[in-house]
């Protein structure tokens, strides 16, 4: 497929969602108190403006290769303490492996943004049918279930559930299979350039790109700040 990316969004009927980073983030709150019931000084606030210059650190081909969040190889957790001067040690990870039994568990992506729910209800009334496709860890629906999510979207699709992770055009397929979509009026909006945008590609769809801090201004594709900003997206493209 080209790379350049349509002007505007066209013929629209169904939105692909990432999970984290697009409508749920992890609980800052939560992390800092275990951090600091261990002996180290974190904030949340500084937890979470470390966030995304984290994850765009981690975006590149060869580092996405293998899960971010996969046993043992959590770099992102380990990136963001980088961030705040933190360095590794048994505290550190003493607290994350708390948070990973925690994650492993009830999932720690569980904060939903103020803007989320608006926004999902807006897509709902320009028409759109809503699927999550994120690479997860087998709790997705359960959290979403528990966040009261689930029954906002139609179809929740888990990587570990499905046996295969993004960018592999495979879990879009998959996607399109469950949810009845078609192809060619079907967007993706994920936070990461090389699992979401070239993935969707792969699968012949428009990646959008969530760039929550303005990291990816010289990239060749559509870019939102947050979900708030999809649906205005696809209603100028009408």
Known sequence: ????????????????????????????????????????????????????????????????????????????????????????????????SVLLEYHRTDNLWEYVPEFVRPALLELRTLGMRLVVVSNANGTLAKSFDRLGLSSMVDVLVDSAEAGVEKPNPR?????????????????????????????????????????QANLYEKSDCLRIRSLAELPLLIRDGR
């Not at 992390?31 to 937890?47: M, S, T, W």
């Not at 078609?182 to 993935?199: K, P």
């Open 171 to 211: 879990l879009f397929d998959i996607a399109l299979q469950r949810s009845g979509a078609d192809r060619a009026t079907t967007i993706h909006a994920g936070d990461f350039y090389h699992i979401d945008v070239l993935g969707a590609r792969a699968a012949g769809l428009v990646g959008v790109l969530v760039d």
């Open 1 to 96: 497929m080209a790379n350049v990316p349509p002007a505007k969004i066209s013929k629209c009927e169904t939105v692909f969602l990432d999970a984290g980073g697009v409508l749920i983030w992890p609980n800052w709150a939560r992390i800092a108190n275990v951090l600091q019931a261990h002996g180290i000084a974190a904030e949340a606030d500084r937890l979470a403006a470390a966030d995304p210059f984290v994850r765009k650190s981690l975006d590149v081909a060869e580092l996405l290769a293998a899960p971010i969040d996969g046993p043992g190889r959590w770099r992102y957790f380990d990136l963001i303490l980088a961030r705040l001067g933190v360095s590794l040690s048994e505290k550190t990870a003493a607290a994350k």
